[in-house]
């Protein structure tokens, strides 16, 4: 089982519409939590970080539920620029000390 | 502020050469790391360095070496190329307690 899943997509949803991706992990070690997005053909750039109490960024909604081991991301409003996939990656101490990243999720937003 | 920077952005290589992928950062970062990012896989983390001197294997190291003599410079180099080392290379790094920053990656073909 991979450290951290993610549902690959892809997500096609139209301009204005909410959507929302999850993503679960299974090192209940980990610490921290972020999202990033990856245009096409290009880096991963950090979207937010995801803390427990929950967080928002404009239109970005981060949720952090440990109990369940999962993280959200909540997309409101829908751009058509926001079409990418978004990257859950959990952070855990030990000897690593690394980053685990899921696959991505695909968002298409569609005019 | 560069960030970080990586050359070169593309590169063909012939099966069994040799080669080195530069990755420099300008932000006085004490953690770097390789990923490689293949189709439906997701990123992967080849080798990473917590600081100057100190390098240690990531999930995919196999085929790769790497140093870390300065804080600013991680090279990653490929022994001995091989066709299942064609991948979309990125370097990155990270101060304590934040999330990557990456460079905008190394295409690379080996035929």
């Known amino acids: 089982r991979k450290e951290v899943e993610q549902d690959p997509g892809p997500f096609n949803v139209p301009e204005g519409a909410t959507v929302a991706f999850n993503c679960t992990y299974s090192?209940?070690?980990?610490?921290?939590f972020f999202w990033y997005r990856q245009d096409c053909r290009k880096e991963p750039k950090l979207l937010m970080s995801?803390?427990?109490s929950g967080n928002e960024d404009g239109r970005f909604t981060a949720q952090l539920n440990r109990a369940s081991q999962y993280i959200s991301l909540l997309i409101r409003d829908s751009k058509l620029s926001d079409s990418a996939t978004y990257l859950c990656v959990g952070f855990s101490s030990g000897s690593a000390r690394q980053l685990t990243f899921g696959s991505g999720t695909q968002l298409t937003v569609l005019p | 502020n560069a960030g970080v920077t990586q050359t070169p952005k593309f590169q063909v290589l012939k099966t069994g050469q040799s080669m080195t992928l530069q990755c420099a950062q300008d932000?006085?970062?004490?953690?770097m790391s390789w990923y490689r990012q293949d189709p439906g896989m997701g990123l992967r983390l080849i080798h990473y360095?917590?600081?100057?001197?100190?390098?240690d294997q990531g999930e995919v190291p196999n085929g790769y070496n790497v140093s870390r003599s300065t804080t600013e410079d991680f090279p990653l180099r490929l022994l001995s190329a091989a066709p299942s080392q064609t991948s979309v290379y990125f370097c990155?790094?990270?101060?304590?307690?934040?999330?990557?920053?990456f460079g905008s990656g190394t295409r690379l073909t080996v035929v």
């Open positions: 995801v803390y427990s």
């Open positions: 090192n209940s070690a980990s610490q921290s």
């Open positions: 360095s917590v600081g100057a001197g100190i390098t």
């Open positions: 932000m006085n970062h004490e953690y």
């Open positions: 990155a790094s990270r101060a304590q307690g934040y999330g990557y920053t």
